[in-house]
């Protein structure tokens, strides 16, 4: 299949904003089963993994199958299921979540599998990680600057922001097919490779680049990786600035990214899960303004899985 000049049809995967009113369809409450197994442990949670829960494995199992593989990509687990557990024990309640959709990656230099979202009081324009800032705007794949980008990523919201923050996705699908509508000569130079910085993480010897494209198609599945800022850095970085049409182009796709008519908008309450398939949803998040208490600042916990074949 030519995919440059293939319009895809698959309704799981080519969707737009009409989601918005139909937030049941990607919501999700664990079951009895799975919490009672949990309640069980409760005392012990932290030294569990997965495979102590048989039925909850299961079900996430499930859950990946018909929603981050087949379904529409990502999917919310509600605080409600949570609401006989400890903030602490929640925490270790996503992680075993998160190994019931995979292996947990390696996320930063310091061998963290799980990382805390929250403003650090960085920017994006002097080098700032996106999770480090509060800024909105910046429609991502996670991971893009790496070699290989995890399949899935799951974040726990831990505290909401005072004003802001709403979640986004999109699907990648639909701006295949939005590019080709509109842009058709474009899309080829989104298959092509650009530079990707990697933000200083990266050992003696290492470029200071990831070189990859933006859309892939491989084993009959669409791939997408994308920041526009580590593009914009990566090629400064490594003496390619971007070239008139390749801004252009990527001004385009960006065009598409923030149309609201293709992004389903999410307020995630205190304690909810998402997760997300991360080779084929585009998220971001509304800028922020937060709590002055420390306590009370907008903070999520993330993971970074790889699927287990």
């Not at 969707?15 to 009895?32: A, P, R």
């Not at 799980?114 to 991971?143: N, P």
């Not at 842009?183 to 990707?196: E, R």
Request: include cysteine; charged fraction near 30%; charge should be negative.
């Amino acid at each position: 299949m030519n995919i440059l000049n293939k319009i895809i049809e698959d309704k799981n995967l080519i969707w737009d904003n009409s989601l918005n009113n139909q937030t049941k369809k990607f919501q999700n409450d664990l079951t009895e089963e799975s919490i009672n197994e949990l309640l069980n442990e409760k005392n012990n949670l932290s030294k569990t993994t997965i495979e102590n829960f048989p039925i909850l494995q299961k079900e996430i199992l499930k859950l990946k199958n018909e929603f981050l593989i087949n379904g529409y990509g990502f999917l919310i687990i509600n605080h409600t299921s949570f609401k006989d557990f400890t903030k602490d024990e929640m925490v270790e309640i996503f992680r075993i979540i998160s190994l019931g959709f995979g292996e947990l990656l390696i996320q930063n230099i310091k061998n963290e599998k799980l990382v805390i979202i929250t403003d650090e009081g960085k920017s994006m324009s002097t080098g700032g990680r996106y999770h480090q800032t509060k800024e909105g705007g910046s429609f991502h794949t996670d991971s893009p600057q790496w070699d290989k980008v995890p399949d899935f990523v799951g974040l726990f919201c831990v505290n909401p922001a005072k004003l802001g923050g709403t979640s986004k996705y999109v699907s990648a699908y639909t701006l295949h097919n939005e590019i080709l509508k509109s842009k058709s000569n474009f899309l080829a130079d989104l298959y092509a490779n650009f530079h990707f910085d990697k933000r200083g993480e990266f050992k003696d010897g290492e470029s200071v680049t990831t070189f990859k494209p933006i859309f892939e198609f491989k084993n009959n599945e669409l791939k997408f990786r994308y920041l526009r800022d580590y593009i914009d850095a990566g090629q400064k970085k490594v003496n390619s600035p971007l070239s008139t049409q390749q801004n252009g182009i990527l001004n385009k796709l960006d065009e598409i990214i923030h149309n609201e008519d293709f992004s389903v908008s999410y307020d995630l309450k205190q304690f909810d899960m998402t997760f997300f398939n991360n080779k084929r949803i585009i998220h971001g998040r509304v800028g922020f303004e937060d709590y002055v208490e420390s306590d009370r600042k907008r903070l999520m916990i993330r993971s970074w899985i790889q699927d287990e074949p």
